[in-house]
């Protein structure tokens, strides 16, 4: 969990909180046991290795699971109608058109722009 006051990207700080609680937390608690109860030496790189083959691929299909439904639930947006993370997407590419590679390229942020970069003031 958050443990004090953020301002920075509050709303990327959330769903990193719900990513731990609905996946990351009960993996952390599974290898603490193999740690603590099984002998897991997490400095042995066979054993590390005996990890990354028998979970990683569960864990990378929990985590895709996590990202379609993330995608796909309702955000509250003040002042606007909610919409999915994958609605806002695909409205922004209608309105605004196809963007990545069409920004400048050479823009360079000042100092003070790059102290509060990031800041969801309505957020707050």
Not at 54 to 81: V, Y
């Amino acid at each position: 969990m958050i443990q004090c006051r953020s301002i920075h990207n509050v709303r990327i700080e959330h769903l990193w909180v719900d990513v731990t609680v609905q996946v990351g937390a009960t993996w952390s608690e599974c290898f603490t046991v193999f740690e603590l109860r099984h002998g897991l030496d997490i400095n042995n790189v066979a054993h590390i290795w005996l990890l990354h083959f028998l979970f990683l691929s569960t864990i990378n299909s929990q985590l895709a699971f996590f990202a379609q439904s993330w995608n796909q639930h309702r955000l509250q947006i003040r002042h606007g109608p909610n919409r999915s993370p994958t609605d806002m997407f695909v409205f922004d590419m209608l309105v605004n058109g196809v963007r990545g590679n069409q920004l400048p390229v050479d823009e360079v942020l000042n100092e003070e722009e790059l102290e509060v970069y990031g800041i969801d003031w309505e957020g707050l």
